[in-house]
């Protein structure tokens, strides 16, 4: 077998991601467009691509990232200073916004109270990274959700009966609130076996270790899973996202969100979940004597 160019990889990598942003329109001109940085491969290669886009097309936007420390410890520091070398290297304006900090907890101290870590560390982060992106003037938040990211997300929305989820499907979210700022996903064609070889081909600084808590999730068995049956019957993971293409149109303008009533910001009931999990973790954590 001949072995793989990395030239004409990276080419063909970037010439599909290009068509997912013409074709689904997920930058506008003059847009200022924030990646969602983990120092994790995924988001690594939406930067690049996104930065490389930025420099060599007449396309005009900027460009500038923004990391979460959820506080998971002998975990995310190495995540972090992948973000930021890569940030760095790049000359991207780089934020970085920590749970201890804004919350006063860290993930580490929430995880007991919960059936699986990713459920608070989801709603803390996707809160975080919402508001910062809006203090900063943010249009797009890029996240680096690929093809097996995507269905992975359908499937579990499928598994928890969760019909509001389905909204968030798509390579773009439509505006639905003035303090939402909208997501797209560039790599959202791009299976995830093509971006653990773009980060291998090219020798990329990424973070590769994987959560400590990902064990639990619902999404992790499901990734085995899907990898097994991509296995036996080539083609599934494309299909079952062709058929959430082409039968999958909720209304997302039916989707009506106010604003928390203690943080003012974007939210679907009086109280924000993150408003709501920050209390009662941080009383857990007072009756049991462990909040500093
Ligand atoms: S695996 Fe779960 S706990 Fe770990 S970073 Fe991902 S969402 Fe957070
Ligand atoms: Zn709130």
Known sequence: MKPLDPENFNQELEKKVKKVIKEYGLIDEGDKVAVA???????????????????ESDFDFELLAIAIDEGIEGYREDGLESARNNAHQLGVDYHEVSLKKEFGITLDQSVSYYQTACVPCGVFRRYLLNKTAHDL???????????????QSFLMSFARADVRRFAKFGPR????????VPRIKPLWCIPEKEVGMWAVLNEMDVHLAECPYAYQSLRS???????????????????????????????????????????????AASICKACEMQEFVKNQLEWNNELK
């Open 173 to 180: 979210q439509q505006r639905i609130h003035p303090k939402m």
């Open 37 to 55: 940085l983990s120092g994790g491969k995924d988001s690594v290669l939406t930067l690049h691509v996104l930065d490389k886009i930025q420099r």
């Open 221 to 267: 068995r499901l990734k085995n899973y899907l990898n097994h049956l991509e296995e036996d019957r080539p083609g599934t993971k494309m299909k079952i996202l062709e058929f959430f293409q082409k039968n999958l149109k909720i209304n997302k303008k039916e989707i009506k969100l106010s604003e928390c009533e203690i943080c003012g910001e974007p939210s």
């Open 137 to 151: 003037g943010v249009d797009k938040l890029a996240t680096g959700h690929n093809l097996d990211d995507e269905i």
